[in-house]
């Protein structure tokens, strides 16, 4: 019940900042956003869920619980970097680096499901997955992240966190595949982390201007954190 309240807040609460009056002033255009307070808030409910799912979670499925709860914690952090609420020296790469933590703590939680029940974590789904994700990634930063004009780290950085996203992704393909059912909503939130990262990639390194774009990134990156942590409860 407090879970299923829970996320009928989390998207209630998202609705409200991105239609509200109090939104957050443009930085560019019209590039506004959810208000911030909203955004940590948001981000705090998604830790709250994932403990509470972890602390009531059924045996088989603790360990998945336990390594995303670690996960979102470590994405939490990288919220509050890259809303400036923890200084750092390049607010893109810090934030890339915690939530590239993040990412290896959700590729736990898939490694270790699949050994529960049986199934090793290099499987036929998994190399689907690479193959896909991978060229997609390369594809993809090349085309359109890929900035000549921003410094080579940056760049660097860039894809590399775009493809151990795809790495994450490959695993949580592989991880439905494998087991099916409510894993496929795993999958899915692999698949809307890989779109989100590409939309940061387009706005905050290549410069394309989008219409409401840290809108459309906080949409899918909580999209994509809800389908990682709640599918084990579904």
């Not at 991880?175 to 409510?182: F, N």
Request: hydrophobic residues 55%; positive net charge; contains cysteine.
């Amino acid at each position: 019940m407090i879970i299923g309240a829970l996320w009928t807040a989390q998207i209630v609460l998202f609705i409200v900042g991105w239609f509200g009056p109090w939104r957050d002033p443009p930085e560019h255009g019209t590039n506004g956003r959810v208000p911030r307070p909203m955004r940590m808030a948001l981000s705090a409910s998604l830790v709250l869920a994932a403990f509470l799912i972890w602390r009531r979670s059924a045996p088989d499925v603790t360990a998945y619980t336990q390594w995303v709860f670690l996960g979102m914690c470590a994405s939490f952090v990288g919220d509050l970097i890259m809303a400036k609420l923890i200084p750092s020296p390049n607010r893109l790469i810090g934030g890339m680096s915690a939530f590239g933590l993040a990412h290896a703590l959700y590729v736990t939680a898939y490694v270790q499901t699949l050994h529960r029940n049986g199934i090793a974590a290099v499987n036929a789904g998994l190399l689907v997955g690479l193959l896909l994700y991978g060229l997609g990634g390369v594809g993809g930063w090349w085309v359109f992240v890929r900035n000549p004009r921003k410094e080579p780290l940056l760049n660097a950085g860039a894809l590399i966190y775009g493809l151990w996203i795809s790495v994450m992704a490959s695993f949580a393909l592989a991880l439905a595949i494998a087991l099916g059912g409510t894993w496929w909503i795993t999958a899915l939130g692999g698949v809307i982390f890989v779109i989100s990262d590409m939309l940061i990639g387009l706005t905050d390194i290549r410069g394309i201007h989008i219409t409401k774009a840290n809108d459309w990134i906080w949409l899918t990156y909580l999209a994509g954190q809800m389908g990682i942590i709640y599918a084990a409860w579904a």
